[in-house]
Nanobody
Framework: QVQLVESGGGLVHTGGSLRLSCAASGSIFKINTMGWYRQAPGKQRELVAAITSGGSTNYGDSVKGRFTISRDNAKNTVYLQMNSLKPEDTAVYYC????????????WGQGTQVTVSS
């Protein structure tokens, strides 16, 4: 069992910044990928950013150059630094942990609301 607890969401103005955190607890395989997805009303859930336990990163095209993902393996925590926020970034942001072993599986956080006012 793995639990993901998110924090850091909120309301900001256009151009502002937020830092999201997600702490994982439970039986966690050391080799995994953690990341962030977001979903706005009426839209598909999309990848924001992901980072492997080895430090390799992947970003969605819409956030490249503005968002930075990082992780602390010792704390099983992933962070998302969001700068230069736009109204289009408004969505519920979900933390994700993907494991491959012993079998592929995805764990999800409860979601945290990010609202960027225009």
């Amino acid at each position: 069992q793995v639990q993901l607890v998110e924090s850091g969401g909120g309301l900001v103005h256009t151009g502002g910044s937020l830092r999201l955190s997600c702490a994982a607890s439970g039986s966690i395989f050391k080799i995994n990928t953690m990341g962030w997805y977001r979903q706005a009303p009426g839209k598909q859930r999309e990848l924001v950013a992901a980072i492997t336990s080895g430090g390799s990163t992947n970003y969605g095209d819409s956030v490249k150059g503005r968002f930075t993902i990082s992780r602390d393996n010792a704390k099983n925590t992933v962070y998302l630094q969001m700068n230069s926020l736009k109204p289009e970034d408004t969505a519920v942001y979900y933390c994700n942990l993907h494991r491959t072993l012993p079998i592929p599986y995805d764990y999800w956080g409860q979601g945290t609301q990010v609202t960027v006012s225009s």
